[in-house]
């Protein structure tokens, strides 16, 4: 079917009538964790950037000075003369950081996991995905080919009444580590122990929880204590707690020597550049080197939560740095994220398709670089405005 020019304005019409129209602000200048839209300085609760490290002057110090030696652009993909020495020592770093053979790096996380679903399954394999998982993972389970069954949040009831329905085939388990909308964590061992009886791949993208769980910020599988048997594919992200961009994968060397030669996001891309592996070099030492930043999220996490039950507002249970106020309605969602914008508050308004229908909500983030008096600001604009 060809949309004509008069369908697309109606579809764009109808999408404004639902409440459903997206469109994008401009910022001007950032300062800390406020940034500057039209002319406006906001307080800013919609970043990922959990720690506070994408404006970290050591973080920017680095990406200046390899920009000076490598070039602003990497020239071409990894695979023609793209691999630099900044985006090879990231890798290592990564392995040693997550406790497996080896990492490979990618543009983005999207791409990653395109990549890594399309490259390791095809036709006649069975991809098996919570019901809430991140757009990118399910794009590569159609772009695989391959059958694609998505099992109940966090149920593995449900999930092994649907593997028992495809016997004898390979499977691939994937799931969000920290779930992207909601916050709340992947029953990760108990994934563990399924895929393992069923010789299934066991893929888990923890884009929102590295930096944030575990002791030195390795996310999930830090915090359960799973290694590489257990997770085979992990998954981390740069544009959040990592404060730059890009993405890598980590696993056993078969896994990522495969990727090489077939994962296409991979093959067929410009590399990132590699002023950007070298600022993320020095991002994932600070994550390591610096706990008090995890502490202080926690603590404002904490704060945050306990704040918001006072004020009994309809708060998600998250213990991570996704904290997300449940409002139902893309309308409520909408009104409530430009009321917040007229007190200087960024909050962003999540509707459908991005989470469920007739769940739209306030998605909260908090960082270590918030301090508790925007924390208790925050709240009261909350309260004002849920009352
Ligand atoms: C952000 C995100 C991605 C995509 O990563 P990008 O580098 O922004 O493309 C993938 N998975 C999850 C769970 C994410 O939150």
Redesign the pocket.
């Known amino acids: 079917m060809v949309l004509k020019l008069n369908d697309l304005q109606q579809a764009l019409e109808s999408l404004k009538k639902l409440s459903l129209y997206r469109s994008r602000r401009v910022v001007e200048s950032v300062e800390g964790n406020y940034v500057q839209i039209e002319g406006r300085k906001v307080l800013n609760f919609c970043s990922?950037d959990y720690l506070g490290l994408a404006n970290h002057p050591d973080v920017i110090k680095r990406f200046k000075s390899a920009a000076d030696s490598y070039g602003v652009g990497s020239g071409s993909a990894h695979l023609v003369c793209g691999h630099s020495a900044e985006h090879h020592a990231l890798e290592e770093e990564l392995a040693d950081f997550t406790g497996r053979d080896r990492a490979l790096i990618f543009s983005?996380?999207?791409?990653v996991?395109l990549g890594v679903i399309a490259g390791l399954m095809s036709k006649g394999d069975v991809i098996f995905q919570d019901k809430l998982n991140?757009a990118?993972?399910i794009d590569g389970s159609k772009l695989a080919g391959a059958i694609f069954s998505r099992y109940l949040h966090n149920d593995l009831a449900n999930l092994s009444i649907k593997m028992q329905k495809h016997q004898g085939k390979q499977f691939m388990i994937v799931t969000?580590g920290v779930f992207?909308m909601d916050g709340d964590q992947a029953k990760v061992v108990e994934l563990s122990e399924i895929a393992q009886k069923k010789s299934a791949y066991l893929m888990v993208?923890d884009?929102?929880g590295f930096g944030v769980l575990g002791k030195n910020g390795a996310g999930i599988v830090e915090q359960l204590k799973l290694n590489q048997k257990q997770v085979p594919l992990l998954?981390g992200?740069?544009?959040?707690a990592f404060g730059t961009?890009?993405?890598f994968v980590a696993g056993s060397e078969e896994i990522i020597e495969t990727l090489i030669q077939k994962a296409r996001t991979y093959i067929y891309t410009t590399a990132l550049p590699p002023a950007i592996a070298a600022a993320t070099r020095c991002s994932l030492s600070l994550m390591q080197a610096e706990p008090w930043r995890r502490e202080q999220l926690n603590y404002l996490i904490n704060y945050f939560k306990a704040g918001a039950s006072q004020l009994a507002l309809p708060l998600m249970s998250s213990k991570t740095a996704i904290q997300p106020l449940l409002l139902g309605g893309s309308a409520e969602a909408l009104a409530a994220s430009e009321s917040l914008f007229q007190q200087g508050f960024w909050v962003s308004a999540i509707r459908a398709p991005t989470v469920p229908k007739g769940s739209a909500r306030l998605r909260i983030t908090l960082s270590a670089g918030h301090t508790i008096e925007q924390i208790d600001q925050l709240l009261d604009a909350l309260d004002k405005i849920t009352r």
């Open positions: 990922n983005t996380g999207y791409m996991n991140h990118s993972l969000d992207s993208d884009a929102h998954v992200t740069f544009g959040k961009s890009g993405a």
